[in-house]
């Protein structure tokens, strides 16, 4: 398994590596989990409801094919494609509404792709489709991604029109050479546009950045956080890079660019950087990577909890939160199974449409009392009373107490809470706290991906400087005059 350690008698550097993989859909499942009937996690009896619940609504199209992008996409080729792909959507709706009839939904997602590539009247139509499949009433979040390119007033009038309260774009980055090497297309100009467009109409808008790319320096590191912060979203998700999900085609890139890969050190110093260049511009963190205005002076806040991303918060959630998943390739974790898609959209289609089958293979049941633990450093916060303890895996909860022991996590009365130092290794901590079987399966992802020639850079922290030292991240802040001494 990945050599992992926890360091506790060090003052800030309290894992001897740097953990490179992220964005988990926990529990993992295997091969052996594998249903015979696709259906029988709807058919479970004595099903207990879901504490909380989202959906998650795939649209697999682009305009634009985002080297970096890990999620299953194809380029936008005419409007009847996209109708046909919709048409089959509608009727996995219809299919699940067959075996869970119209459920409480608190949270809606509709990412890809790139769903703003749907026209007005189709994001109209999706969204009375919507009404009808789910109980709305304690609908609190409604997200729908966009790409600056298909930014247009009428499309936003349709997305408020359906109920939409969050919208997110991503502008990856501001540099000129990392768009190239990314494949971006469009233009800073039109970033800040749609970002003026979207503000105007939404009051809770999102932006993505990536960091940590190949050869990225501090001035670059910089000048993307600025740019993203003079964008005036609601909150900024600071996302780096994981080189092992990422596609081959951007490590050919990047290798054509003779770029090197940035070691764990750099990665872990550009983390803190951002976050206290977002701590001196007012901003605290709202979760793993996302940052918003601080609710208070103070700058000691680890973590503060509004305004949340309740999406998130539900994938990093606990194990009585559920995701529903719809579209090629989605996922659906379910009080216990996952549930996965078929990722090929012609598949999908054929499977829904003319099979009228739902489109996914089931694994499970899969006990995961640990679930919120595992995610917890996600979230930055961890309710008691939402744990089932007695079904705790040993594993976990000595791991919790070795956490404590080396102040990466504080015990309060009523739950935990993430310290200032375990917020910089939040990715260490969810890995280190699962039980033997999720670790073998990131150590799997890990090698697989090393074997398909996927690169990472060296992981080792040993190398990283401490506080006083002049090379140290708080210095080069100081010296670049980015925040105050």
Known sequence: MFDLRILADQPLIKFNRQLPM???????????????????????????????????????????????????????????????????????????????????VDAIFVGGGTPSVLSPEQIELLGKVIRQSF??????????????????????????SIGVNRVSFGAQTFSPKYRAIFSLDATVEQIQEAAKLINAMFAYTNVDILYGMAGQDEEELYNDADAALRLQTTTIDFYPLNNFAAPRPMHRAMRKSGLSYLPATTRIQYRRYLDKLLRSRGYAPINGYGYSVADRAEDSTVVQHAPKFLYHDLIYGYQDDEIIGYGSSAIS???????????DRSRYVTQV??????????????????????????????????????????????????????????????????????????????????????????????ERCQSDGRGCGDTDLSGLVDEGDDRSPEAWLRRSNYVSS
Request: proline share 5%.
């Open 333 to 343: 974790q379910m009080m216990g199974f996952n549930l996965l898609n078929t990722a």
């Open 135 to 160: 109980d709305l009433q304690n609908l609190k979040e409604f997200t729908f991604e966009v790409e600056v390119k298909s930014v247009t007033r009428d499309k936003l009038h349709a997305l408020q």
């Open 22 to 104: 992220f964005n988990w859909h926990y529990p993992f499942h295997c091969e052996d989990d594998r249903l015979a009937d696709p259906c029988a996690p709807f058919k479970r009896v004595g099903r207990v409801d879901a504490r909380r619940r989202a959906v998650y609504i795939h649209i697999p199209f682009c305009d634009t094919i985002c080297n970096f992008c890990l999620f299953q996409k194809a380029k936008y080729q005419s409007d009847a494609d996209i109708q046909h792909y919709l048409n089959a959507l509608i009727a996995e709706f219809g299919l699940k509404r067959h075996f869970m009839g119209s459920y409480k």
């Open 353 to 446: 449409l003319e099979d009228k089958a739902l489109p996914h293979e089931a694994y499970g049941p899969i006990a995961s009392p640990e679930r919120g633990i595992v995610s917890f450093p996600f979230r930055g916060v961890l309710e008691k009373s939402r744990v089932s303890w007695a079904r705790l895996p040993d594993e976990t909860w000595i791991a919790l107490q070795e956490a404590m022991d080396a102040g990466l996590v504080i015990e309060r009365s009523d739950g935990y809470e993430l310290s200032p130092v375990g917020w910089l290794f939040y990715v260490n901590l969810m890995y280190y706290f699962m039980p033997e079987r999720g670790k073998k399966w990131i150590t799997n992802q890990i």
